[in-house]
């Protein structure tokens, strides 16, 4: 999916019901890498940051 070309809509949605059927044959669990803390962190320097930008 990632460099393929698709001349329609149809194209693309048959694209991607192919590779999510391919994908769902070998599923695997899903396992959060980063912590709790660090991603709160980077929501709070980001919500300060668009906050300054905003009140400007």
Known sequence: ????????????ESALEAHIKEHNQNPKPFI???KATDILEKVKRARATLNKVASV
Request: charged share 20%; aromatic share 14%; glycine share 14%.
């Open 32 to 34: 959060w890498t980063a």
């Open 1 to 12: 999916l990632r460099r393929g070309v698709f001349h329609s809509v149809g194209e693309l």
